[in-house]
């Protein structure tokens, strides 16, 4: 029985490469805007969640002490005694006042416009107002 032939193996033509990238490039402006888009939704919801983390730890102190903290004791009121207040049982938080997801501080104030107490981020442009991710998120 005669043997086959040997198939020589060949790599591939310039052509089938440029199909390759251009594949690669479709689902890549496809797929890019989405997944950058979730991205800034993340931050969005790390702000709320951070948010409503710091209003239960604002409550706790509020028990302890029997007032929300003062806008010049700010939220640091919560890891660090406050003076002239001796019901402080903290720390109510486990580390240092966080900063919000785009690096800036939180802003308090007691008493709020909104409430005993105004809690808020800026959101991505650190400015009051906006829409979409540069909208301020509140606590009221």
Not at 33 to 40: H, K, M, S, T, V
Not at 44 to 70: E, F, N, T
């Amino acid at each position: 029985m005669p043997r086959p032939l040997p198939v020589r193996s060949r790599g591939f033509t310039l052509r089938e490469l440029l199909v390759a990238v251009a594949l690669i490039g479709l689902l890549v402006a496809y797929v890019g805007p989405r997944f950058f888009g979730q991205a800034d939704g993340s931050e969005v919801k790390a702000a709320r969640a951070q948010i409503d983390a710091l209003q239960k730890s604002l409550d706790r102190y509020r028990l302890d002490v029997g007032h929300y903290p003062s806008t010049e004791q700010g939220l640091a009121a919560l890891f660090t005694r406050p003076r002239g207040e001796p019901g402080w049982a903290g720390p109510y938080l486990a580390q240092a006042v966080p900063k919000d997801p785009w690096g800036r501080d939180y802003q308090y104030r007691n008493p709020g416009r909104h409430g005993e107490y105004d809690l808020l981020s800026y959101g991505r442009d650190g400015r009051p107002g906006g829409e979409g991710d540069d909208d301020d998120l509140t606590s009221w």
